[in-house]
């Protein structure tokens, strides 16, 4: 990973929520993203079918697609609640998991990033242009097209954590990842 150097010598791991410090992401991904073991469950009951009638496993893309199916037929009935009244069963479900109040305690998180702000020449374009090639590698994987969007989307999945001193610097050397490739 051509990025890496700059990780590695400029950054440490990114702190993130306190639950992941606690050493309890399990706990923080099962109470907040609880469709996403529903969503698992149907698509690998339908894999034997798949494998039955295609006589393989599913490709990434096949699973991809399979995941979607499955998202949309286990998506519960939707039901209009104010936010206000959502926001109030976030922050009770935070408040079991953290053991104190949510509010106060996201108060503490600010200014814990430890990360060096990086200037836009840190990224040299041979790295931008690494970071292209494997993000258009790892779209074109899992779509057959692709808008720009998708496309930096997935930039910003391959430089997370990477910090610019100002954003516009950000958005600037992001947007040259998703454009060296393109050209």
């Not at 399979?66 to 037929?73: G, H, I, M, W, Y």
Request: a positive charge; one cysteine or more.
């Amino acid at each position: 990973m051509p990025w890496a150097g700059v990780r590695v010598d400029h950054a440490a791991p990114l702190p993130g929520p306190q639950v992941r410090s606690r050493g309890r992401p399990g706990e923080a991904a099962e109470e907040f993203s609880r469709r996403y073991a529903s969503i698992e469950v149907a698509t690998y009951a339908v894999i034997p079918d798949f494998v039955a009638s295609h006589g393989r496993s599913p490709n990434s893309r096949e699973m991809l697609w399979l995941r979607q199916r499955d998202t949309l037929a286990t998506r519960p009935d939707k039901h209009s609640h104010p936010l206000a009244e959502q926001v109030d069963g976030w922050r009770k479900r935070a408040q079991v998991l953290l053991n104190t109040h949510p509010v106060p305690w996201v108060a503490t998180l600010w200014g814990r990033n430890d990360l060096l702000l990086l200037c836009a020449d840190d990224l040299t374009n041979s790295m931008l242009t690494e970071v292209g090639a494997i993000v258009i590698h790892v779209v074109a994987e899992k779509r057959s097209t692709s808008a720009r969007t998708i496309v930096f989307a997935e930039v910003l999945r391959q430089i997370p954590g990477v910090r610019f001193a100002y954003g516009c610097v950000l958005v600037s050397r992001r947007v040259a990842a998703v454009n060296n490739p393109l050209r």
